[in-house]
Structures are given as structure tokens and as C-alpha cells.
């Protein structure tokens, strides 16, 4: 059975793929109080980097980088519209703005509900904004993304790998 963003209600609603520190439920909640758990995902042929420094948490953020053989797991959530600008907010992007002056990118890919290559979503993606030489993270930060896979039931291989990320700390 295929999947698509046409077989979830739709109108005025946004899929939205989390793969960093947005995992964290009671984060993700907080910033868009309409967001509900539609499936884990997986996102082919990209890996998780840190390309960025955070203003507000100083440390460096999540961010997915296209590598041929590997993946990203993360959750995709249904977003009501009228979160979508404090999820834009919260990730820096500001719809208008010159590109370079945004800290992510909004933009729309394909993933697979449970890692199912039949089962495709087009889901909306913030894509960093890469800077030159940003820091390690923060263990606060790195806890909260692979926490929030632990509580979402993310591979046990991929949460090792998350488990491996080296922090400030």
C-alpha cells in the first residue's frame, strides 16, 4: 500500500519530517500545539550532520547532508497552519527573506512511513543553512535527539549511531 500526503486530510494541515531536537515531543508540542504523530520515517540516502551554530542554544544543530548508502530515521508529524509560522520561527526561516539570511530552508522531500520504500510521504523538510566550521553540540541538545528516538521506538542501530555523537561535553 503507497502512502502520500493525499491520503491524510489536508486541507489547511503540513506533514513535517523531525529528525533533530524536534524528536522531543514535549519540545515539538510546545512550539506547535496542533502537531500529531503521523509515523516514523525514514529518509533515504542522507545522514545526520551538524552544520550549524544555534544562537539560542550556542551549540551546534541538526541538519541532513544527501550520502549515498545512508539514512536518517526521524517522525512525521500533521501540522495545522496556523503552527507552521512558530515551526518557521523556531527554525529560523522566515518565508521572503533573502535565502542566505535564514538559518534553514523549507523545503519538500520524499520519505518512507516505517522505512517502507512502498510507502512514500511528501513531507515538509527545514534543511540547515550550513556555516563553516560550527561547533559540536551540546549535551542537552544531543539528549533531547536521541531521547526523543528512544521515545518514539527509532531502530535500535540508528539510536545507537545517535548514541555515538560526539558532544562539547
Known sequence: MRLSFFDFPNEGLMLYFAYGS???LNQMIERCP??????KAKFNDHRLEF????????????????TKGHDVWGVVYQIDER???QLDKSEGFRPG????????LRTEYHVFAEGDMEK????TIYIANKQE???????????LIVEGAKYWHLPENYIKQLE???DQN
Open 22 to 24: 524536534n524528536l522531543d
Open 133 to 143: 566550521n560550527p561547533p559540536l553540540p551540546n549535551s542537552e541538545y544531543k539528549s
Open 97 to 104: 527573506r533573502q535565502l542566505e539570511e535564514n538559518a534553514y
Open 120 to 123: 512514500p510521504l511528501l513531507v
Open 83 to 85: 503552527d507552521i509560522g
Open 51 to 66: 552544520t550549524r551554530k544555534s544562537k539560542n542554544r550556542g551549540c551546534g544543530v541538526a541538519d541532513v547532508i544527501p
Open 164 to 166: 555515538q555523537i560526539k
Open 34 to 39: 496542533s502537531a500529531r504523530f503521523v509515523c
